[in-house]
């Protein structure tokens, strides 16, 4: 570089430094940005996850859910393409929240495992009473594949910390050791898969929270031993 360009390129930047001094950094503003926007796609979410549980999906326009989240619906259309994404992204994102929580309940080892197990039932009680009539509906005639995906999240769920639970209960006497893990396992997958879904709560024309009550009764009951019973029924 010469002598010449070396004072020229100084010169520029105290120029720039000059009319704007208080200039922002570019990677602060980009990170406002990023973050504003975060708050606007999570904002649609939860409006949108809020009026899903409450109505069903299909009767709940995209107009609907702009107003409720105080955004244009070309600024809704921006963060999600179609409704179809929408309900997509709000089966995912809740799948994924549940089974963190009820991962985080079932690894708590400062609780007992017939403890652990009596929360967990709590927490999923607590998720199908939010369950309205209308989404039950709606999931079961027009969108399986989003029943499918949460299908798939408590399968992994059952897999992975259940089994780890179930493990761990029958080390500590808080499970039933004459009945065969792998056997129980199987049994509560199928339960699972084929009792609590939508068609089974329409065609019993029950509530999710109802048919959930009787299944673990029927279920977790029989698998524990007589000290933890006490403990699992002490706890409600």
């Known amino acids: 570089m010469t002598l010449a360009s070396l004072k020229s390129h100084i010169k520029s930047h105290l120029k720039a430094k000059v009319e704007d001094p208080l200039r922002e950094p570019a990677g602060l503003a980009e990170t406002r940005v990023v973050d504003r926007i975060e708050g606007v796609r999570c904002r649609i979410l939860d409006v949108a996850c809020a009026q899903f549980m409450r109505l069903g999906f299909n009767t709940v326009t995209m107009d609907e859910v702009a107003t409720s989240a105080g955004v244009s619906k070309k600024t809704l259309y921006q963060h999600f393409s179609s409704k179809e994404t929408l309900v997509h992204t709000v089966a995912q994102g809740n799948v994924e929240r549940c089974n963190a929580e009820l991962r985080a ?12 197990l009596r929360r967990m039932m709590d927490y999923v009680a607590g998720i199908y009473a939010e369950l309205s009539v209308s989404l039950v509906h709606d999931m079961q005639r027009s969108a399986p594949e989003v029943w499918q995906e949460v299908e798939s999240g408590r399968q992994k769920l059952i897999e992975e910390d259940f089994s780890a639970l179930l ?20 049994i509560y997958a199928e339960v699972v898969r084929h009792v609590l879904n939508p068609a089974t709560f329409s065609r019993l024309q029950l509530s999710p929270s109802r048919v959930l009550e009787v299944t673990c009764k029927v279920l977790f009951e029989g698998l524990l031993t007589e000290k933890a019973r006490k403990e699992y029924n002490g706890s409600i």
């Not at 708590?108 to 017939?114: A, L, N």
């Open 105 to 116: 309940i079932l690894r708590d080892d400062s609780h007992p495992p017939s403890i652990r």
């Open 167 to 186: 493990k761990e209960g029958r080390a500590k006497g808080d499970f039933r050791k004459d009945v065969d893990s792998k056997i129980f396992l199987l």
